[in-house]
């Protein structure tokens, strides 16, 4: 079992910046792929961004490519989500999840999953 806590959510103005962390507790963050995930007001939860075990590929959805960044500290078992240029449209609550590899993260498919952040950006 893997159990994950996300923080640093908040409410920030368009252009401004915030970085989410994703705790894990349990077994070792470096057995699994890590991703982040957000679900708007009304909407279905999308695929925001994702890493591999070792740190060494990501991928992001279109929608925030070139403005956020994914990392991961395995010696801490910590994830990140490092969000910039944030714009109203960003307004979500934002999850962690853990999965065995990207492909799986990037199709929504993850073993746990946190309980999220809420993230809200105003005009």
């Known amino acids: 079992q893997v159990q994950l806590v996300e923080s640093g959510g908040g409410l920030v103005q368009a252009g401004g910046s915030l970085r989410l962390s994703c705790a894990a507790s349990g077994r070792t963050l470096s057995r699994y792929a890590m991703g982040w995930f957000r679900q708007a007001p009304g909407k279905d939860r999308e695929f925001v961004a994702t890493?591999?075990?070792?740190?060494?590929?990501?991928y992001y959805a279109d929608s925030v490519k070139g403005r956020f960044t994914i990392s991961r500290d395995n010696a801490e078992n910590t994830v990140y989500l490092q969000m910039s240029s944030l714009k109203p449209e960003d307004t979500a609550v934002y999850y962690c999840a853990a999965g065995q590899v990207v492909i799986n993260i990037i199709r929504g498919s993850a073993d746990y999953w946190g309980q999220g952040t809420q993230v809200t950006v105003s005009s």
């Open positions: 890493i591999s075990r070792s740190g060494g590929s990501t």
